[in-house]
Structures are given as C-alpha cells and as structure tokens.
C-alpha cells in the first residue's frame, strides 16, 4: 500500500498489527520507552539551558520598559520633596477639538409637530358648506373652471376633531401619582409613613422571591392539588399549598388556600397557626378568635392571639383568659407572669404553683420573689417530690432532674441545673463566679469541696471552682496542684487545660503557658475552645499562621470563627472583621458571645443601619449561651431583661484591645 509509504517519512504503518502481542511484545515495549526517557531527560537539561540563554540573550536585545528605567527608580528614593513639587505635570498633547468634545445637542419636539402628526391619521363625520356646495375644492383656476378635481377633498385634510395637550397629560400624570402617595399617608397626623431609605428594599420584597424553574412551580402546585382533592383532611397539603403561592409571589391566592384549609381540618393546630402567620394583623385576631373556637385548649393559639396585641393590658387578658381554659400549662403561666410587676407576679406564682405542683421553675420563680424565711417556706411546701436541704448559706433542693440551689447572702439567688451535672455536665458559669467570694472567707467550703470531688471526680466545675479558690488564696502552687491531679483523672478535657494555661498566663508566666497549649493542642486536637485561645497567645506577627492552623483543625467551630473576626478587628480589616462576624453567628446562633462582640464592633465602625440589623438578628436568635454571656444574663439584677435590653449590657464588657 503506498499511501503508508509517503516519500520522505517513511512507512507509517504496522507491519506487526495482524500478530499477537504476547508478554514479550509487552517487555520489549516497556524497555524502549523507558530508554525513550532517558534520552529525554537527557536532552531536557540541554534544551532547558538553551532556553535560557536564547531567553536572556532576548531580554539583553529587546528589555522591557521596567528593566530599562529601574535605576531611574532607584533615584526616585533620593528626591526630596521640593524636588518632587518642582516636577512639571504632564501635560494634554491632543488637539482642541480632541479635548473640548463637542456634546450632542437635543432639542424637544414642540407639540405643534404632535397635534399635525395626529391630524393626519384623524378623520371627520361631517362636512364643511363649501364641500357640500361645489364637492371639492373651492379656489377656481384662473382659466374661469371652477370645477374641482374629483377626489381632492378627501376627509383628514381638513382641520383635525382634537389636539393633543402635552401640558394637560403632565398635570393629569401629577395628580395620578398624588393619588397614590396619598393612599400610603396617615389619615389621622397627615404626614407620611413612607420610609425613604426602605422604600426600595420595600419594593424588593414584593416581587417574587423564587428563582427556580417555572415548571417546577407548576408540577409542584398540580401535583398539591391533587393531594387536596385526594384527601382534604389532610393538614399538610393544605400549608404546603399556602406556601408554595406565598414564595411564588401570589399571596392572596396563598391565604385564600390557607383559609379553606381552616374550614377542612378544623381541628389542626398548625393550620390555624399558619392562617394567622399570612393575614394581615386586624385579620389575624379574628382567625386567632376562630381558632380558639374550634381549639381552646392550644397553647401555642392562645400565646399567638397575645402576640398580636400591641398593648400589654390587652395581652394580660388574653392570658388570663387562656389560664381559665389551661389552668395547668407551665409556659401560659411563665409569659403571663412576665408581663407583671413583683407584687402581681408573686400572687399569680402562688396560684401557678398549686395549679402546677410538678413545676419545679414555677416554685423556684416564687422563691426569687420572697425573703429568705418565705423562700424556705416555699420550698419546703414545694410539692413534686422536691427534698429540702441547707448546706450553709445555700438552700439545695433536689428533684428527679435537677439540682436547686438557692444562694443567700444579701438577696436571693436561684441557680438550677441538671441532675447529672455534677458528673457529667458544665455547672452555670454566673453559679461559679457568684459563689467564689463567700467561699474565701470561709474556710470550710474548701474541706466540702474536697469532699464532693471525692464522691465525684468527674465534676469539672468544681475542680476548676477549687483551683480558683486557691489562687484568690495566693497559694499558686495548691491551685496548680489541683488542676494537674483534675487532669490526670479527666484526660481530654478543653476545660481543664484551658483553666490551667490561663492561671499561668495570669501569673505572667507566659513560656509554660505556651508549652502548656502546646500539649493541650496535641491532647485535644479538635478543640476549637483551646485552638481560639491560643491565637490570642502568640504573639501578633504569628498570629495569622497560628489562625489558618485553627481553621484547618476546627473549619466550623464557633469559638475559632470569633477569633479569626476579633483578629481581623485587630489589624483593622474592618469588612473581613465583619464577614466573619457574621460566619460565627450564623454558625451557631445560641453562642452569646459571637452577638456582643458583634455588636460591638458595629458600635465602633458601624453606622446605625448596620447597628440596628445587628440586635434585630440577636432578638431573633435569643442566644442562651456563652460564657460571658451567661455571666450577665443571670445575674439577678437582670432576671426580667429580654435579649434587646442584655445585648448591649454584654457588649459594654467585652475587651476591645487584644
């Protein structure tokens, strides 16, 4: 074949192709390649250094304009500044007419050219006399014919039936647009209750917020009304339906759908609730009242219906009304007494408690409120199989799931958590802190202390409470001691190891505080509470590294995230600061401490939108956690503030400096 055989390159072709290709083949292949690379590699040092030359020899003919005014550059460093002003500036080479473009000149149309374009498309329903009389044109010829030529009057050549009042349109267009601002004015004041700054975002908000397919939309509301239509006592089809119009846009539709859901599953809570979320609010009450009707014993209807009124008279007779229906519902009781001042709320927690005598919150909510001797009273008389105990100045009640324990000094502390706490679980951070003071006077607490972590070895509160208690002594070395055997019977506990290297730290002995972090890092390696600590105990030139070995070991620990953002905060990268901020709130919403230095760090650099968005979001969370956080929101000065009134109270106390 001789197109395999071309004339210079030889035959292209397999001679071989037809035969088997045994493991000799294979061996014989393998050996040729491999000396195939090595003469590759071989030549690839040539041609590589080849390369380089001709590359440099290039440069040296033709450099570039950096190479060739960076000693020029150089020099720049040695200009003073006098020198510097002295420069002339450069100077614009184009031409006059370069530099003075001449602008487009647009003159407005008159509205005499409107009103002839509109008479020329206009018709007439009647006709002049002088068209009547001679059918056409009356001016006669100057030969005497005073014949006018068929055809020549054709109506629309005469003047137009109207004329277009580009000035009566403009007034007709303000007063349409004064209508419509109108309709969004108060009709008592006069004045405006449209936001300027909001309007667009208001704007936004009706438009459709799906981005999905419309396909799906349509499958997915056929294939709902068919779930309707199969079985209508069905509760979820019914709010599925109402939301998928709702995020589509169409939300009359949504509530109309909702609407007969009610009349279908009268007796479903979560369509009630969902009927009352999309009305307007005057609506709502009125499907609230409905509802109540058909369910009166729906806790979640009745504190819905009370947080609809705007009012706090109107909501206490909402929930003194759904007490009379739910007399033994524990959270109806909790609202309600909330909304009362002390006096009112200690008569209210008197009738809670016998309506709820299993409420071990209810009984302890009313020993808040009474003076020592009432409070052992109360608690005595505590029903729910609540034991009574005085251990010094603290009342300890005990129940099937907690411990309570009441702290007296000048007022009343009621401190509650889980029955396995002491084994298993963290005691209340305010708990420690609160109690430190009056153990230093006395003495004993300490013998008591070592005597509960005999029974339970595993309470870290109180090896870390012991430790503290030795250090406020001056007796560093019992409060090492103590730490050191806490750790040998809790291995792997963050905790203790954080304990241990911020008493160093404090002590101002920072080289065992590093070493102590490293070995806590290598004993727990996942911890992000220690990881966030020790970014903040290097030093700031090796923090940054110290942060992206953190973010390998803990990618989605809050703890980690607030460090990296405070570091940001540092350096002043003030929009990576706040990115960050807002990574470790959304993270974890319920971590206090993320929200105060947010809001912080807004009250610093940010401006009022930014500051308000903020404590909105933190309302909305209602975080619960966090050790500073819990410091402040269960000191018994503040038991009756909400989310919006703590939040700046812990943000006063955070550190700015790092």
């Given at each position: 074949?001789?197109?395999?055989?071309?004339?210079?390159?030889?035959?292209?072709?397999?001679?071989?192709?037809?035969?088997?290709?045994?493991?000799?083949?294979?061996?014989?292949?393998?050996?040729?390649?491999?000396?195939?690379?090595?003469?590759?590699?071989?030549?690839?040092?040539?041609?590589?250094?080849?390369?380089?030359?001709?590359?440099?020899?290039?440069?040296?003919?033709?450099?570039?304009?950096?190479?060739?005014?960076?000693?020029?550059?150089?020099?720049?460093?040695?200009?003073?500044?006098?020198?510097?002003?002295?420069?002339?500036?450069?100077?614009?080479?184009?031409?006059?007419?370069?530099?003075?473009?001449?602008?487009?000149?647009?003159?407005?149309?008159?509205?005499?050219?409107?009103?002839?374009?509109?008479?020329?498309?206009?018709?007439?329903?009647?006709?002049?006399?002088?068209?009547?009389?001679?059918?056409?044109?009356?001016?006669?010829?100057?030969?005497g014919l005073n014949t006018p030529f068929p055809g020549t009057s054709t109506p629309g050549w005469t003047t137009p039936a109207g004329e277009l009042d580009m000035r009566k349109i403009g007034q007709a267009r303000n007063t349409l647009m004064g209508m419509r601002l109108s309709q969004v004015s108060d009709s008592?004041?006069?004045?405006?209750?449209?936001?300027?700054?909001?309007?667009?975002?208001?704007?936004?908000?009706?438009?459709?917020?799906?981005?999905?397919?419309?396909?799906?939309?349509?499958?997915?509301?056929?294939?709902?009304?068919?779930?309707?239509?199969?079985?209508?006592?069905?509760?979820?089809?019914?709010?599925?339906?109402?939301?998928?119009?709702?995020?589509?846009?169409?939300?009359?539709?949504?509530?109309?759908?909702?609407?007969?859901?009610?009349?279908?599953?009268?007796?479903?809570?979560?369509?009630?609730?969902?009927?009352?979320?999309?009305?307007?609010n005057d609506i709502s009450k009125a499907v609230c009242a409905s509802a109540i009707v058909q369910l009166p014993l729906s806790v979640k209807i009745w504190i819905r219906a009370a947080s609809l009124e705007t009012d706090d008279k109107a909501k206490k007779r909402v929930y003194r009304k759904a007490l009379e229906n739910v007399p033994n519902s524990v959270r109806l009781w909790k609202v309600a007494v909330e909304l009362e001042e002390a006096d009112d709320a200690r008569i209210m927690l008197s009738r809670s408690v016998e309506c709820c005598p299993h409420s071990t919150e209810l009984w302890l909510a009313l020993a808040k409120l009474e003076t020592y001797q009432n409070a052992r009273k109360v608690c005595s008389g505590g029903g729910g199989g609540i034991s009574f105990y005085t251990f010094g100045i603290f009342v300890i009640l005990m129940t099937t799931d907690h411990y309570l324990i009441i702290s007296v000094n000048s007022h009343i502390r009621v401190h509650v958590y889980p029955f396995q706490a002491l084994l298993l679980k963290k005691l209340p951070v305010f708990f420690l802190n609160e109690?430190?003071?009056?153990?230093?006077?006395?003495?004993?607490?300490?013998?008591?202390?070592?005597?509960?972590?005999?029974?339970?070895p595993r309470a870290i509160p109180l090896w870390r409470l012991l430790s503290s208690l030795e250090q406020k002594k001056g007796t560093l070395t019992k409060a090492r001691a103590v730490l050191e055997k806490a750790r040998l019977k809790n291995p792997n506990c963050p905790e203790l190891w954080l304990a241990s290297i911020r008493l160093e730290w404090n002590a101002d002995i920072k080289n065992i505080a590093k070493s102590l972090m490293a070995r806590a890092l290598q004993e727990c390696p996942s911890s992000g509470l220690l990881w966030a600590e020790a970014v903040f105990i290097e030093g700031r030139a090796q923090r940054k590294t110290k942060s992206v070995d953190a973010l390998k070991k803990c990618e989605h620990d809050p703890h980690v995230l607030l460090a990296i953002a405070r570091?940001?905060?540092?350096?002043?990268?003030?929009?990576?600061?706040?990115?960050?901020?807002?990574?470790?709130?959304?993270?974890?919403?319920?971590?206090g401490d993320a929200w105060a230095f947010f809001y912080r760090f807004e009250l610093a650099h940010g401006n009022e939108d930014k500051q308000q968005e903020v404590l909105k979001r933190c309302i909305n969370a209602e975080p619960r956690h966090g050790q500073l956080w819990q410091t402040v929101s269960k000191d018994i000065k503040n038991w009756k503030l909400k989310t919006k009134e703590l939040l700046p109270i812990i943000s006063s106390k955070v550190p700015v400096a790092f």
């Open positions: 074949n001789r197109s395999f055989h071309p004339q210079f390159s030889g035959y292209a072709g397999n001679l071989f192709s037809s035969g088997p290709y045994e493991k000799d083949d294979e061996e014989a292949d393998a050996v040729y390649e491999s000396v195939d690379r090595k003469m590759d590699e071989r030549r690839k040092q040539y041609r590589e250094r080849r390369e380089r030359e001709e590359l440099e020899k290039f440069r040296e003919e033709r450099p570039k304009i950096q190479q060739m005014f960076s000693d020029l550059k150089r020099k720049l460093g040695t200009i003073s500044e006098d020198e510097w002003s002295s420069i002339p500036a450069v100077g614009d080479a184009r031409n006059k007419k370069q530099r003075t473009p001449q602008l487009e000149k647009i003159t407005p149309v008159p509205d005499s050219l409107f009103a002839r374009g509109l008479a020329q498309g206009a018709t007439v329903n009647s006709l002049d006399s002088r068209q009547q009389q001679y059918g056409g044109i009356n001016t006669p010829f100057p030969s008592v004041s006069g004045q405006t209750v449209v936001d300027p700054k909001g309007y667009l975002t208001d704007l936004h908000s009706m438009l459709p917020q799906y981005g999905g397919d419309v396909a799906d939309i349509k499958k997915a509301r056929l294939l709902l009304k068919s779930v309707r239509e199969t079985n209508p006592k069905h509760p979820p089809a019914w709010i599925a339906s109402a939301r998928l119009e709702e995020v589509t846009g169409k939300l009359q539709i949504a509530r109309n759908i909702i609407m007969k859901g009610t009349e279908m599953c009268p007796k479903s809570e979560d369509v009630w609730l969902e009927a009352a979320r999309l009305q307007p109690i430190n003071y009056l153990f230093k006077s006395q003495p004993q607490y300490l013998l008591s202390l070592s005597k509960g972590l005999s029974k339970c570091l940001f905060w540092s350096e002043r990268k003030l929009t990576k600061a706040r990115e960050w901020f807002l990574r470790t709130v959304k993270i974890d919403q319920d971590f």
